[in-house]
């Protein structure tokens, strides 16, 4: 009955129409939206008004599951008076205090298992993984500007109140991450955009292609040329998206797998989850591939055969064990072709000129070498371990052992070079520095950006 009241699937609409032309049953041509349950007074003027300022964003939100349970603004743009971060702004046009953040912890208040678990995984903690482990930021290697329109764009900004207001540098921001003004970590619009929060959505692999993609962390390319995704786009169309919550079953609502169908979704006994942490058995972004709980910055709570064993646990329900346990061999060893013969002796080099002075630990990025090394690891080292997990051959050779060896041999003449002239090759000028060394939730360090 609900769907009626608040929009028909086009579906079943077309259906209903077909059906009931001969019962001669009058269905309204257009969609009409009543609010005929109880809602307040307060939450029936937010919609009066936005309805008429937002038009867009109003059908979105009609659209949606929550319209569907009289969940409307206040529910989650309400905000206590006191709060930090209300809209200064809004009480011209009404009484009631909102904030236009609306944060994990506003959604736990009705899908707490949803946020305790992201709140665990390393989405909602990557920006303090970030400021433990990356030069770029450890050594103000790129600029304020670069980092909001870049690295913080998918990673996650710090939300900073100032005189009342949200300081327009860190907001909007939709990251992984994102630190807001009530403590609580990341944004669940990363997956859900507003205003309809689709289960369907998040279930495609568009949704995490936003940040999963280009040279260094290529998923969303590996996994469309993966017969997965060569399915998947093959019969898409046929899929039933939609399923309810925790039902969408392999084999019946798809044939082949999605990022979320392997990585979040319940799958026979997996249940779902929203901590993407769970079900990885390597680390295999780190420069030297190791163990999840191995990751000093942010080392996994379980053992990795617990996290394996789940991940295989979502293959057995197409696959037979021989085939999964000879994928995850064959994984298995490109890890280790790729620490033992292409990152343990790039590895060695870049220590062996730092030991000798022929390059400077600090700033990494300014001699050509240390340029070389990074991409080894953090572009073709990626692409040849991530191919090898997600079946993508193209990438796990020509755009991975391939480059590497190209890399590993101008690695191995740089360092000749080097060796040979004793004069680096350093830049003086090193382009679009900061001072911002610390983060910016450490006392000082948001305010010495320049
Ligand atoms: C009389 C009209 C009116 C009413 C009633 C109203 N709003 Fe607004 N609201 C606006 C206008 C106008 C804006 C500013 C739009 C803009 O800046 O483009 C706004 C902005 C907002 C924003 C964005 C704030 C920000 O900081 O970005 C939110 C969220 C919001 N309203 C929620 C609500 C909620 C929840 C209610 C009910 C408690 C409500 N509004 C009631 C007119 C109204
Ligand atoms: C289920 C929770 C939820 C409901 C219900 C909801 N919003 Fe939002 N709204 C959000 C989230 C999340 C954002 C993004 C803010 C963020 O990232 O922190 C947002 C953003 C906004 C913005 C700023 C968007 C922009 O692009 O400028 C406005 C305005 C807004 N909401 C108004 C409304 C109005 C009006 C309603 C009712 C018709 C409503 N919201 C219902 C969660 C909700
Ligand atoms: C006041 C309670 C409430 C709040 C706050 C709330 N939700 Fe919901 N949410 C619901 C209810 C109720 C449903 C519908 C459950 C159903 O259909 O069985 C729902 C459904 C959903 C769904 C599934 C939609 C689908 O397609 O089936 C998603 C995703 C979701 N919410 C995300 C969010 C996010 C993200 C926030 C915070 C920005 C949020 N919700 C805030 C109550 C809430
Ligand atoms: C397009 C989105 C995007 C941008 C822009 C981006 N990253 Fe990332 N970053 C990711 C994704 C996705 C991963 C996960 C890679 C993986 O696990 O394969 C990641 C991983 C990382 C890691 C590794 C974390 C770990 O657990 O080992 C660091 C460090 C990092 N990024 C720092 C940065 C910095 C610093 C910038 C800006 C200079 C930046 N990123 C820009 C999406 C992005
Ligand atoms: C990394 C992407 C991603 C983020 C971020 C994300 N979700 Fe989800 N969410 C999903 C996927 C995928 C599903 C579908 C699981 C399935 O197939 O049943 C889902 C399902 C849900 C559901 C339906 C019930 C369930 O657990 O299956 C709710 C409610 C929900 N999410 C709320 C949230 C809330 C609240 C947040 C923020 C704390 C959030 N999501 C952040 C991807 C995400
Ligand atoms: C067939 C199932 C499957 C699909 C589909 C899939 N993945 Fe994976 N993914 C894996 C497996 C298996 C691994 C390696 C896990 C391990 O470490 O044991 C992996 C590894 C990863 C990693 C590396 C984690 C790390 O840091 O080591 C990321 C990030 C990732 N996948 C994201 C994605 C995204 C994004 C998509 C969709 C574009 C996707 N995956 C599609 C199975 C899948
Ligand atoms: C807004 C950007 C963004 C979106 C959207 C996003 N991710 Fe991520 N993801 C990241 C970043 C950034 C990291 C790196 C976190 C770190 O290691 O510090 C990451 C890491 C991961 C990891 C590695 C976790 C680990 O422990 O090594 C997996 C797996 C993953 N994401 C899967 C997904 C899936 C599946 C989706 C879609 C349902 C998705 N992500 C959507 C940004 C994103
Ligand atoms: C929903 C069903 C489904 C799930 C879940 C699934 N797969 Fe597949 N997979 C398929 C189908 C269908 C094919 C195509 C088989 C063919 O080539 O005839 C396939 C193909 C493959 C291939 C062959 C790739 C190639 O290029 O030849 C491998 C390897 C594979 N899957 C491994 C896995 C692993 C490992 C997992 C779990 C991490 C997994 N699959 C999860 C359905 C699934």
Redesign the pocket.
Known sequence: MRSIVFGMPIVSLCFALVVNAQEAVNYPKRRQYQLDRAISKDAKECLDCHRKEHPGLFEDWAASQHAKTNITCIDCHGADKADRDISQGHFEHDKTAIAGVVTPKDCSRCHPDEAKEYAR???A??LG??WKIDPWMQQGMNNETERISGCY????SVIEIKNGDIDPKTWPN????RMNPDGSKGSCT??HTRHRFSLAE??K?E??G???LGPDHP?EEIYNESKHGALTSAYRHGYNWDAAPGCWTPGVDYRAPS??A???SGSGKVQTTHD??E??SW???APLTIR?EEFKP?P?KTNWKTERSKMQDVCRQCHSKRWIESHFLQLDNVVQNYNEEYFKPAKKMLDELYAKKLLTKTPMFDDEFEFEYYELWHYEGRRARMGAAMMAPDYTWWHGFYELKKQLVKLQELREQLIETGRPIRAKNFPGRCTATTPPWRKGGGASHK
């Open positions: 995984s390393k989405h903690n990557t993984i970030v764009t998918c990673h996650g939709v990251g992984v991450g990363s997956c998040a279930r692999p949704a995490c936003q940040c999963h998923q990022c979320a392997c990585h979040m993407v942490t079900r990885i680390e295999l972004q999840p942010f996994a």
